[in-house]
């Protein structure tokens, strides 16, 4: 992190909104680990490697609830607010807490895709990023080509505010990403 903020304590109720819930990652999520890891842009933008085995998916699952106690954020499972089931993940990264800033980011696996899922999660992680007192802005980093990305983030709130051109590298190449952001309100 860019200061001495500490990451806030995991939420006592678990942030929610629409049909999903986000919640601590359990064993039984590899299931979902694995059909992510069909998905071949998943596998090329984390840690989540392709077609992932039953060993690797529950080593993912691990690394996703050991990102808060190694103080980087939260990664939450998006599970399905009725069943419990898990769909999907999305974090909320703190390295630049101390300068009021998140990077957030969300994947859900393509049999529970187009129904609203990724949006309800961001407005769920949203949500609970305004109890933490420190953050004011929240980005969103999306390939132009995504236009289902740029569709959850709009129909989430997010703004776009521009191109960040050769922004990043994924699977070896450098990309342009879409900036989109949140802004905690502040009154008049």
């Known amino acids: 992190m860019s200061s001495n903020v500490e990451v806030p304590l995991w939420p006592a109720a678990a942030p929610s909104h629409g049909a999903v819930v986000l919640r601590r990652f359990e064993d039984t999520d590899a299931a979902a680990a694995m059909e992510l890891s069909t998905d071949p842009y998943v596998p090329a933008v984390g840690t989540l490697p392709a077609h992932a085995t039953l060993e690797q998916a529950l080593a993912w699952v691990e690394?996703?609830?050991?990102?808060?106690?190694?103080?980087?954020?939260?990664?939450?499972?998006?599970?399905?607010?009725?069943?419990?089931?898990?769909?999907?993940?999305?974090?909320l990264w703190l390295r630049e807490l101390g300068a009021g800033r998140a990077h957030a980011g969300y994947g859900v696996s393509p049999a529970d895709r187009g129904r609203g899922a990724a949006a309800d999660a961001l407005l769920a992680l949203r949500g609970f990023a305004w109890t933490i007192p420190e953050l004011h802005r929240i980005e969103l980093y999306i390939e132009p080509w995504n236009s289902a990305s740029v569709r959850t983030a709009e129909n989430?709130?997010?703004?776009?505010?521009?191109?960040?051109?050769?922004?990043?590298e994924i699977a070896g190449v450098r990309r342009d990403m879409l900036l989109y952001v949140a802004v905690r309100e502040t009154g008049p």
């Not at 990102?67 to 999907?88: N, P, Q, Y």
Request: proline share 0%.
């Open 156 to 168: 989430s709130g997010f703004v776009r505010e521009g191109l960040l051109r050769s922004h990043q």
């Open 63 to 91: 690394r996703q609830r050991q990102h808060h106690v190694r103080g980087t954020g939260f990664a939450f499972a998006i599970a399905d607010a009725e069943t419990g089931r898990c769909l999907g993940q999305t974090g």
